[in-house]
């Protein structure tokens, strides 16, 4: 279980130097982090030849979705996989499309993530990375007919009111959106 807190800053702890210290390690012989935690689980993978799963947990706003990308990043790193250390670009390609229909403005965070994913990535018999599979699940649907003061609905729907007057998008006769309150025709 990963526990993801946000230092609201960025910190020089997760490149591929502090990748390499935490390969081969075993947990707590270095410090907490993020990369032992992936560590283990590609350890436990490969000695006993079992499925393992870590769980990123934390408030909103903590960096789980920035926690999973790293752990990604570790397994294409220690594993060495064909597709270098870019499997998080890949499993996430879809990201976008996926953050502007679940991801929303809250008063933590301006792109919080409103759902929950679910990503197994794939391993072949050397524990190189072959595949990964993202699913998401628990979409908060209340946010579409109510957003608390300071907070908007989904970025789907801004972005569907901006373009409003392209000619693909004339027949769903939308309005012009406002801060918290989009109008619909």
């Given at each position: 279980?990963?526990?993801?807190?946000?230092?609201?800053?960025?910190?020089?702890?997760?490149?591929?130097?502090?990748?390499?210290?935490?390969?081969?390690?075993?947990?707590?012989?270095?410090?907490?982090?993020?990369?032992?935690?992936?560590e283990e689980a590609y350890k436990q993978m490969a000695r006993n030849n079992k499925n393992q799963s870590i769980i990123v947990s934390g408030e909103s706003g903590a960096g789980k979705t920035v926690s999973a990308r790293y752990t990604m990043r570790y397994f294409a790193t220690v594993?060495?996989?064909s597709s270098n250390a870019h499997v998080e670009d890949k499993v996430l390609a879809s990201n976008p499309i996926?953050?502007?229909?679940?991801?929303?403005?809250?008063?933590?965070?301006?792109?919080?993530?409103?759902?929950?994913?679910?990503?197994?990535?794939?391993?072949?018999?050397?524990?190189?990375?072959?595949?990964?599979?993202?699913?998401?699940?628990?979409?908060?649907?209340?946010?579409?007919?109510?957003?608390?003061?300071?907070?908007?609905?989904?970025?789907i729907f801004y972005q569907l009111c901006a373009s409003a007057m392209q000619p693909e998008y004339k027949h769903l006769k939308l309005g012009r959106s406002q801060e918290n309150n989009l109008r619909f025709v």
């Open positions: 279980i990963l526990v993801a807190i946000n230092p609201y800053k960025q910190l020089p702890i997760y490149g591929d130097a502090i990748i390499h210290a935490y390969s081969g390690q075993n947990m707590g012989d270095m410090d907490p982090h993020i990369f032992a935690v992936a594993s060495k996989s996926t953050e502007a229909v679940g991801n929303a403005k809250t008063t933590r965070n301006d792109n919080s993530s409103r759902f929950g994913k679910y990503t197994e990535i794939s391993f072949d018999q050397s524990y190189q990375i072959i595949g990964a599979n993202m699913r998401t699940y628990l979409l908060e649907k209340s946010r579409v007919v109510f957003q608390s003061e300071n907070e908007r609905n989904y970025h």
